[in-house]
């Protein structure tokens, strides 16, 4: 911007006011009744302390016609403290390094991570590959809906694989909690609102998407990305990794080579040198490749073997998925970002058996929970009439609970869905898990979230880096035959009442359901008996407590539907702080799938943060 603008925070207003009352309010506080001012929203929340009394919240950006050493003069005469110069919030790339890289990037997965990697190394010269497993939008989204309508599963087209990663049929929410200080976050949301995301993302204070833009947002970034010089390959899969052995004299240090820091404002990045010693990762401790006597991974024990602290990446192998039968190409590269997304258990698999360090990660696990929106409304805004909520310009409201159980174990929602529905989110044959998703409007009458409890090796009975993912498939083959292929289902009231060895679902007719609040067909079950009893008992405590919260939460409106096992990444691969793999030199962990993010935000900031580190290093490979 040409000159600072005045920053006000904390302007409270009656929710449904027009535009000019908020110019009016802005005047008064800035003691301005005559003169041009512009107004740029900067963030927008609702405050229902008071409810049915309800705020809109505001900070706002404000321009007049006065010039910067005038504003700063009006700032510090007015002595507020929620008014000031704008601080500077854009969004930097780093300088390039001058290290030459003998082939072109290649990025797997085209989840949010891979394709903002893309986005910044393709705009910045380096004519990113991406490889992903899945079909582009377009077709992926004919094979989801199908998946739904009929209940036969692509196990290479679905809801966690394809363009757009398992976030594009998910709530599309674009909060996160990281602390950002970078401007990565505004920088995410500026590039989804160039292509086609509502501009309301770049103020709400719970930004959202939902599917439907999606849809049309993820292949405008496609177009932009081969716009610049990157080139995507669709229906491909990476089989494997090739290495050659590295030395220690291989390692390049900043101070030596004049390369700038990837994340200046983060000290943990500030370590001096590119390549950590052995050990030095970022979670802090060593891989944790143990062994274990679990008779699903035995098999794989005897895959294990020593690696040195550090190979250098010299290719991969990748498959047609059109051609199952074909022999795996060989594609030469020393850069690889792997942003494979959380459920490509096949890949994970293959790179345990290749020795890349990675450490059992816990995650969490539960069931979908299903009210009225009226009733959700009802208890945050303190009515739900519809005419009343379009007239106030209140969307449909969300929540966040938490409780400990009495076994002392936390119990939290996770991911809601205002206004949405719940998915079949499959994508193994025999195995069922699923997931909410809503569209921008989130006028589906229906809310959902997932309520669970965080498990981790107790759960998994195991210590092996890949137990938590064999937990999650026991769990989802479980479901799977307990709805018959589609989603089992239960009332709540049933659920909290039955006991543990009921053989069916007491009070509900069993048989198929097409509820209004599923994406994919379903049938009652006695869904409480998915569970390990002591998490059935937490999930119920919990629930107790949030009925208290919520009047008629754990009441017979609500249903609760199984399994939802996919919260995040069951394990961790290690990088060190120059974001390479602790044991792979050019290997690049990253988003959900490598452990580091949980989310479509938090994903696509890491992978702007790989793409930063590697442009930090290397040099372009054509002028920008």
């Known amino acids: 911007m040409n000159k600072e603008m005045i920053r006000i925070t904390q302007i409270r207003i009656p929710c449904g006011h027009s535009r000019e009352e908020l110019e009016e309010k802005i005047r008064k506080l800035l003691r301005r009744r005559t003169g041009t001012i512009s107004v740029h929203i900067v963030r927008h929340s609702i405050d229902a302390r008071k409810k049915p009394q309800l705020l809109d919240v505001y900070t706002v950006d404000v321009s007049t016609d006065l010039t910067r050493k005038e504003e700063a003069s009006l700032v510090r005469r007015l002595k507020n403290k929620t008014i000031a110069l704008s601080p500077d919030e854009s969004y930097h790339f780093p300088a390039c390094g001058r290290e030459v890289s003998a082939h072109r990037p290649v990025i797997v997965g085209a989840g949010p991570a891979g394709l903002f ?177 679990d008779p699903e991974i035995r098999g794989q024990e005897q895959e294990t073997r020593a690696v040195p602290a550090r190979r250098r990446l010299t290719g991969l192998f990748v498959q047609n998925e059109r051609e199952p039968d074909a022999t795996p190409r060989f594609l030469a590269a020393d850069l690889v970002v792997l942003a494979i997304g959380h459920s490509a258990r096949d890949t994970v698999e293959e790179l345990f058996r290749e020795g890349i360090s990675m450490e059992q990660k816990p995650f969490a696990v539960g069931l979908r929970v299903i009210h009225p929106q009226a009733l959700i409304d009802e208890s945050q805004y303190g009515f739900s009439d519809p005419e009343k909520l379009a007239a106030l310009r209140l969307s449909a409201a969300p929540y966040k609970l938490t409780a400990r159980a009495a076994s002392g174990r936390g119990v939290y929602s996770f991911c809601m869905c205002p206004g ?88 509900s007719t069993a048989g198929p359901l097409r ?64 974001l390479q793999s602790a044991s792979v030199s050019g290997l690049y962990p990253c988003g959900e799938g490598a452990g580091y993010a949980g989310g479509i935000m938090s994903a696509a900031m890491d992978g702007m943060r790989v793409a930063e580190a590697i442009a930090g290093r290397f040099a372009p490979l054509q002028p920008v």
């Open 117 to 293: 990697c893309a986005l910044l190394l393709a705009e910045h010269g380096y004519r990113p590959i991406v490889l992903e497993r899945g079909k582009k939008m377009e077709d992926r989204t004919e094979d989801v809906e199908r998946f739904w309508r009929t209940g036969l599963l692509d196990p290479r087209s679905n809801v966690q694989f394809g363009e757009g990663g398992a976030g594009t049929f998910s709530d599309g929410k674009l909060n996160t909690q990281v602390n950002d200080r970078t401007g990565r976050s505004g920088q995410v949301l500026h590039i989804f609102a160039q292509a086609g995301a509502p501009e309301s993302i770049l103020y709400e204070a719970k930004p959202h998407i939902g599917t439907d833009r999606l849809r049309t947002a993820i292949p405008a970034l496609r177009k932009r990305i081969e716009a610049a010089g990157g080139e995507f390959l669709f229906e491909t899969r990476c089989t494997g990794l090739l290495f050659e052995s590295a030395e220690c004299a291989d390692r390049v240090f900043p101070d030596r080579d004049g390369l700038r820091d990837p994340d200046p404002g983060n000290r943990a990045d500030q370590s001096g040198s590119v390549m950590p010693e052995p050990g030095e990762v970022e979670t802090g401790k060593p891989a944790d490749l143990t062994c274990c006597r």
């Open 420 to 507: 949405g529905y719940i998915v079949n989110a499959s994508s193994e044959p025999g195995r069922l898990c699923i997931n909410g998703m809503s569209d921008e409007r989130r006028d589906s009458g229906w809310a959902n979230s997932a309520v669970v409890v965080t498990v981790g090796e107790n759960e998994f009975g195991s210590s092996h880096v890949l137990a938590g993912m064999h937990f999650q498939r026991r769990l989802e083959e479980k479901a799977f035959a307990m709805g018959e292929g589609s989603i089992p289902v239960e009332r709540y009231t049933d659920f909290r009442d039955s006991s543990a060895d009921a053989d069916g679902a007491s009070g």
């Open 515 to 578: 509820p209004s609040w599923a994406k994919g067909s379903c049938r009652t079950a006695p869904l409480h008996t998915l569970l390990p009893d002591a998490l059935t008992q937490d999930f119920k405590d919990g629930m107790e407590q949030f009925g208290r919260k919520i009047s008629g939460f754990d009441g017979p409106r609500a249903w609760v539907a199984g399994m939802e096992s996919r919260t995040s990444s069951p394990v961790r691969i290690l990088r060190g702080k120059d």
